[in-house]
């Protein structure tokens, strides 16, 4: 079955320190994956995408995100975290055929 | 920047009652989706509009929930009767085409409780 993880519940990091939020995905053929960030009470905003070609993708606020196809991992980075990006991460995925399946999220917590 | 709109923004409901969501999507976006979010966990897609068409509401509980798109731009999600475990955040998000290689816009969402 098609799936997206997210093994961290939660991510605690120091503020001005690299943070790491990690995703795998199970999706057959070629994926399309995609970051999302949500602060609360609020909507879903896109940060980033991998859809073909470089496998590290620039995205919003200054994040990026790798993608490994041997590993299976599209995990989103920063180098240095802002307390502002405390806030809940989706990874999501798609193989392609319409329908986008998500993580079940990593809270991201950046102390100053 | 254009954004989707929702509301209402928050709903308390008996269980039994009916109730209903509205969506606005960035004006030009043909293809809609409402999700449902349960605390923890990430949205899980309830039903696709392609324009005023159904492409896929293969998750929608067919038996009390229903969605209409009617003139293909503002969409509501209803539920009757609502039960406690419909509890949870819908979420309207819309893109410029039905291929997921768009990105999803999302709105805020209506955080509904069924007491």
């Known amino acids: 079955a098609q799936s997206v993880a997210q093994p961290e519940d939660q991510v605690n990091v120091a503020e001005g320190n690299p943070l790491t939020v990690k995703c795998t995905y199970s999706?057959?053929?070629?994926?399309?994956l995609f970051w999302y960030v949500q602060y609360p009470n609020r909507g879903l905003q896109f940060l980033l995408k991998?859809?073909?070609?470089?496998?590290l993708v620039k995205g919003s606020y200054g994040f990026e995100a790798e993608f490994n196809k041997s590993q299976t991992s599209f995990h989103l980075k920063k180098p240095s975290a802002l307390v502002s990006d405390s806030a809940l991460y989706f990874c999501a995925g798609d193989n392609q055929g319409g329908k986008l399946i998500f993580g079940q999220g990593t809270e991201l917590s950046v102390k100053p | 920047e254009a954004e989707v709109a929702q509301s209402p923004r928050y709903k308390i409901t008996e269980k039994s009652q009916a109730v209903a969501f509205w969506c606005d999507p960035i004006?030009?976006?043909?293809?809609l989706y409402w999700y449902r979010q349960i605390l923890g966990q990430g949205p899980e897609l309830l039903v696709q509009f392609q324009d005023e068409s159904v492409v896929d509401d293969s998750q929608l509980p067919k038996d009390r929930f229903s969605a209409e798109r009617l003139k293909g731009v503002d969409s509501t999600l209803k539920i009757q009767p609502a039960e406690l475990g419909d509890s949870a955040m819908y979420l309207c998000?819309?893109?410029?085409?039905?291929?997921?290689?768009?990105?999803?816009?999302f709105g805020p969402g209506t955080r509904l409780t069924v007491t």
């Open positions: 999706v057959s053929g070629n994926p399309y």
């Open positions: 004006s030009g976006h043909a293809t």
């Open positions: 998000a819309s893109s410029l085409d039905p291929d997921t290689y768009y990105e999803q816009y």
């Open positions: 991998y859809i073909t070609g470089d496998n």
